[in-house]
């Protein structure tokens, strides 16, 4: 074909280029019809929103603020204020229901006495509807009654006095209908969440007297019987042997129906990484309440994954990060992980083989990395390998390892220098906060230790310890204080340079001291930070939530790194910053000024809680 149209002949050409002609003033007349019926789509849409304008427009006003966004929320009159199409019959019985709707609504709240008054004036051609509500005394609580009925009166008595702790509707408060029914509910799940896993409320009165503005109260939960756990019914398990969730399982046959021990064998399986989710329920038959089988479903990750991310941090700048995970090495569900990350400090690679997980959740693995480090015009070449096993719980995790180090450090006063060491490790970490991501109170704990013997595959006897911590103090409802401290410790009667640099300690950043550049708090030689064998940092930081996402703080933070205790100095700054509680995790924006250098940075972080 394209070689029988570079032969046509001139006249073929010519109606070839009238066709084209042609097609171009058939475009161009298209283009100017669909441009005016555009316009005039627009013009009409326009006529049709003026003909379209609300009805009437509605004010309510009315005292507490949380009864008038109720009220708005909820009353007919409010939600069909925007609509077009409400008549005038309509509309007249919108305006006689209201002053019933207001009664509801208000006695959910605790107003049983309302003054209700509606207004309806015509402005400009459009009806303004007043709701004015004068809600009168708030109704409080006068008593409490809870009483109980069941095995609880006589086996367990600490579950009655939880339950009794956990209703959170006291004499004195204020009555709703949201805060009954919150108190009856958690008060039951408390109730139900140890033992009693059929318990129910047998009968819950509110004897509202409103002459007096007054509530009394009464419950009477049934216990039900007592409950005991029984095998695993395990379901979902296609691709992994099926010991993987009974090698986790924190539960016996025959103990005692506990929700934290049932949440406990939850996380040990999404711990693992052969399971995309978890559900696990118990048949909550009172006439089977003893070895109730513990229904496990699970959905299984394929064999293979893949996963990547990039991030920013001023401590860093970009990074890039990757992994690959094979989980049925030898056919045995053996885990198989090679994962890289790199960015402007740091490079990072590492391979893992780890066995499934043994009986009560121990993990042995083997592992072996190479990490590169360049900051504060140090440069620092670290392979690492060895065998580790480990354990994780909902609240503790352990780990033993034997890792052996070979290091270089290369600096700008010295000729590059190696250092290595086979070091027995030990790790305990501890979490113990209200919420795991956005914690308001309680701490997080981490220690190491280890140690390294001459002649053993290392140049230097040493004993290595480090430990880190945070803690966290509500003040009041919006406010948080956090305390952060770190201190490590290499004790050795040589120098430092006879041990591995990636076990020593420097100071600085956003992590760290605030106010200093990242690792720039050290042993200064020729400008090179090199790394110290004592390291001591803490920060006091002020938190205030101005709304559930955002707040601000104000912080101290001091710190030190040094290899001769007595001749430390040490380094403090202080700034300010922004707090978001992000659908990741904590977002910190941090503005520092580091005392001793006179020098303002800022920082970004994504503090998630170790």
Not at 33 to 50: N, T, V, Y
Not at 484 to 507: C, H, N
Not at 552 to 564: E, L, R, S
Not at 600 to 607: A, K, S
Request: aromatic share 10%; with cysteine; glycine share 8%.
């Amino acid at each position: 074909m394209p070689r029988a149209l570079r032969g046509e002949t001139g006249q073929a050409r010519g109606r070839a280029r009238e066709r084209e002609a042609l097609a171009r003033c058939w475009l161009r007349a298209s283009l100017a019809i669909g441009l005016g019926l555009l316009m005039l789509l627009l013009a009409a849409g326009k006529a049709h929103a003026a003909s379209k304008a609300p009805s009437y427009k509605v004010e309510v006003v009315a005292e507490p603020r949380a009864l008038r966004r109720l009220l708005e929320q909820h009353l007919d009159i409010s939600r069909f204020a925007k609509r077009p199409d409400v008549t005038d019959d309509q509309f007249s019985f919108l305006i006689t229901a209201t002053p019933q709707q207001v009664r509801d609504l208000a006695a959910t709240q605790g107003y049983f006495s309302p003054l209700v008054s509606t207004d309806v004036r015509t402005v400009d051609n459009l009806r303004q509807v007043t709701v004015r509500v004068e809600p009168g005394p708030q109704t409080k609580v006068t008593s409490v009654d809870l009483s109980f009925r069941g095995a609880v009166l006589t086996e367990d008595p600490s579950r009655e006095n939880a339950t009794r702790f956990a209703f959170s509707l006291h004499e004195g408060q204020p009555f709703s209908q949201g805060a009954w029914d919150d108190a009856k509910n958690a008060s039951l799940h408390e109730l139900q969440s140890r033992r009693y896993l059929a318990a129910k409320i047998y009968h819950s009165e509110a004897l509202i007297d409103p002459r007096t503005h007054t509530a009394k109260l009464s419950v009477i939960y049934d216990s039900g019987p007592t409950f005991t756990m029984g095998q695993l019914d395990v379901q979902g398990m296609k691709r992994y042997p099926e010991r993987i969730v009974h090698n986790v399982n924190p539960i016996s046959p025959g103990d005692i129906y506990d929700t934290r021990t049932v949440a406990e064998l939850q996380r040990q399986l999404q711990n693992t990484p052969y399971f995309a989710s978890v559900a696990i329920d118990l048949d909550d038959n009172p006439a089977k309440p003893l070895d109730t089988p513990v229904h496990v479903k699970v959905s299984e990750f394929p064999y293979n994954s893949f996963r990547g991310g990039v991030g920013y941090s001023t401590d860093n700048g970009p990074l890039v990060q990757g992994g690959y995970t094979y989980l049925n090495t030898f056919g045995a569900a053996w885990p198989f992980t090679v994962e890289g990350r790199a960015d402007n400090t740091q490079q990072y690679g590492q391979i893992q083989l780890s066995m499934p997980p043994g009986q009560h959740g121990w993990t042995n693995s083997a592992l072996a990395s190479y990490t590169t480090t360049d900051v504060s015009d140090t440069r620092i070449y670290s392979i690492r390998g060895g065998v580790q096993r480990s354990r994780t719980s909902q609240f503790l995790d352990y780990s033993y390892s034997l890792l052996f180090y070979d290091d270089q450090l290369d600096q700008n006063a010295a000729p590059p220098s190696r250092a290595h060491a086979l070091v027995p490790g030990w790790s305990w970490t501890r979490r113990d906060t209200d919420d795991p991501l956005f914690p308001r109170r309680g701490n997080l704990i981490h220690v190491e230790a280890g140690f390294a013997v001459k002649g053993l595959l290392a140049d230097q006897s040493f004993i290595r310890g480090y430990a880190r911590g945070q803690q966290y103090f509500p003040i009041g409802v919006d406010d948080i204080v956090l305390i952060r401290a770190e201190l490590g410790g290499v004790f050795t009667s040589g120098s430092s340079s006879g041990i591995p640099a990636s076990l020593l300690f420097r100071a600085g950043g956003s992590n760290s001291v605030r106010g200093y550049g990242f690792q720039s708090i050290g042993n200064n030689v020729a400008g090179s930070i090199l790394p110290t064998k004592y390291l001591l940092t803490s920060a006091a930081e002020y938190q205030h939530w101005f709304s559930h996402n955002w707040g601000a703080a104000v912080f101290f933070d001091i710190g030190t790194a040094t290899d001769t205790w007595g001749e430390k100095v040490f380094y403090p700054g202080a700034g300010v910053g922004a707090r978001w509680r992000s659908p990741v995790g904590p977002v910190n924006l941090d503005v520092a000024y580091g005392i001793r250098d006179n020098r303002v940075r800022p920082y970004i972080t994504l503090g998630i809680a170790f």
